[in-house]
């Protein structure tokens, strides 16, 4: 069975190809900041009998130490991931530096889309 990560994976596009991988029959890990959210994917997981193959972290990936968190979490769990999917955003249109001292924007579009390519690599 493969394994889907789904960075962005309780709304939008990545909502959307984690139903469908969940369909499909493969195994989907999807991360976001809302646990209305997450529990929305659970809920949809369960209509398509799909339930023990869902994982929802929730996550602030705009945080360096969460996508730490979240990779370890990840690589802790599964042998390998099979496909990962970088789809998380928020755009901030004013600037905002997190609590850690990057950019916003430059947190979760670049860095941690930098983590998770480098932290889950074969
Ligand atoms: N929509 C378009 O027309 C379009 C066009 C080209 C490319 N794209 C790209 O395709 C991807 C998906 O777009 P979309 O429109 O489907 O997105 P979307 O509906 O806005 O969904 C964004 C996802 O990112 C998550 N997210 C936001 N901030 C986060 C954070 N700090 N940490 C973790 N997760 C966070 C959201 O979950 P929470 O709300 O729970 O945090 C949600 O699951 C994006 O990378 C976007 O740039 C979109």
């Known amino acids: 069975m493969k394994t889907v ?10 909502k959307a190809l984690a ?3 969940l369909r499909r029959g493969e195994r989907v890990v999807v991360i976001g900041t809302s646990a209305r959210k997450g529990a929305a994917v659970l ?3 369960a209509e398509l ?4 193959r ?3 972290i929730q996550a602030d990936l705009s945080l360096v130490s969460e996508n730490r968190r979240v990779i370890e979490q990840i690589t802790s769990a599964y042998q390998v991931v099979d ?4 789809g998380a ?9 997190t609590e850690e001292g990057f950019e916003a924007n430059f947190a979760l579009f670049y860095l941690s ?8 690599a074969a």
Not at 49 to 52: C, E, M, R, V
Not at 83 to 86: D, F, K, Q, S, T
């Open 5 to 14: 990560v789904i960075t962005g994976g309780t709304d939008g596009m990545g």
């Open 49 to 52: 009998d799909a339930a023990q």
């Open 19 to 21: 139903c469908a991988c």
């Open 83 to 86: 496909a990962l999917v970088l």
């Open 54 to 56: 869902v994982e929802f």
């Open 113 to 120: 889309r930098y983590l998770f390519a480098q932290g889950l």
């Open 43 to 45: 809920d949809v997981a």
């Open 89 to 97: 955003r928020y755009f901030r249109a004013t600037r905002s530096v």
